[in-house]
């Protein structure tokens, strides 16, 4: 029987591009958009794969949304937490409204997402849970005191939760991408943008296809003994210890 991958974010961006490749390895995916129902119904049909509209920062939707997943698909083998808005500006002039909106959206959402798949992952003995966190995360960012936290947030959450979960077939663990060629990177003004590509060894910025790989073999059986790592993809921009 097919496995089922749940994708947060998953019509847009990197979140696609996991997306397809899940559904590339054989898994039955469902793919969370919080947009355009137009653009993600046509994202389903071009990768067959099934769409569910909700908002990742809200837990009575995900409570709701992850119900119909299981009950049109089945039990939830794979929950990848991609889903991720950012806020930017300088912390000197934030508003608290946009530190909480990237705190719920970003953050917030593991709790809301995670909850109630993990009992059913431990009943089963398999499960995998893959966090989408950033570089940013991982050694800041001028610009997003707001999104730093959350993303750094989610490797402690992941760091916690791996250690619950070794014991039952569930692993937890966090992707830490770079600098990728999406919309929400082409949103950094251009001069910021130039700044940020000179400082990437490799020389370019990531693509979403790349991200997708790493997911995939944290989502395989290959993956089992992987759990409470923070797996960076970043073309050495940041070498994590
Ligand atoms: N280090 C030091 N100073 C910096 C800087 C940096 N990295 N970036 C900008 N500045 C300085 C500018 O030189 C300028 O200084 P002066 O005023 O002395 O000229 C000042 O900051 C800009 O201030 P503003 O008031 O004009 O701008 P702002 O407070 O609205 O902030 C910004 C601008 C949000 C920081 C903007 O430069 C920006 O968007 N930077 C990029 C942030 C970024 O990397 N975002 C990542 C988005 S992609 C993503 O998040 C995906 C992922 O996971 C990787």
């Not at 949304?65 to 299981?70: C, D, F, L, P």
């Not at 991609?82 to 409204?97: L, P, V, Y």
């Not at 009992?119 to 610009?143: A, H, L, P, T, Y």
């Amino acid at each position: 029987m097919a496995r089922v991958a749940l994708v947060t974010g998953g019509t847009r961006g990197i979140g696609k591009a996991i997306s397809a490749r899940l559904k590339a390895d054989g898994f039955k995916v469902a793919a969370n958009y919080a947009g355009n129902t137009e653009s993600a119904e046509a994202t389903a049909k071009e990768l067959g794969i099934s769409v569910y509209k909700w908002d990742v920062g809200d837990e009575a939707q995900c409570a709701e949304g992850i119900a119909k997943v299981v009950a049109e698909l089945g039990p939830i083998d794979v929950l990848v937490n991609n889903a991720g808005i950012t806020r930017d500006g300088q912390f000197h002039k934030m508003s608290a409204e946009k530190w909480r909106e990237v705190i719920r959206v970003d953050l917030d959402s593991l709790f809301y997402m995670t909850r109630p798949v993990i009992e059913g992952m431990r009943d089963r003995g398999f499960g995998r849970i893959i966090n989408i966190s950033s570089i940013n995360g991982q050694k800041g960012q001028f610009g997003q005191v707001n999104y730093s936290a959350a993303k750094a947030g989610m490797i402690g959450f992941t760091k916690a939760l791996a250690q619950e979960s070794a014991a039952k077939g569930v692993t937890v663990n966090v992707v830490a991408p770079g600098y990728i060629d999406t919309d929400m990177v082409a949103a950094v003004p251009e001069d910021a943008l130039k700044k940020i590509i000179a400082t990437i060894p490799v020389g370019r910025l990531g693509k979403a296809e790349e991200i997708a790989a790493m997911v995939a073999f944290l989502a395989s059986d290959q993956a089992s003994f992987i759990t409470g790592a923070t797996m960076t993809v970043n073309g050495a921009q940041y070498i994590a210890g």
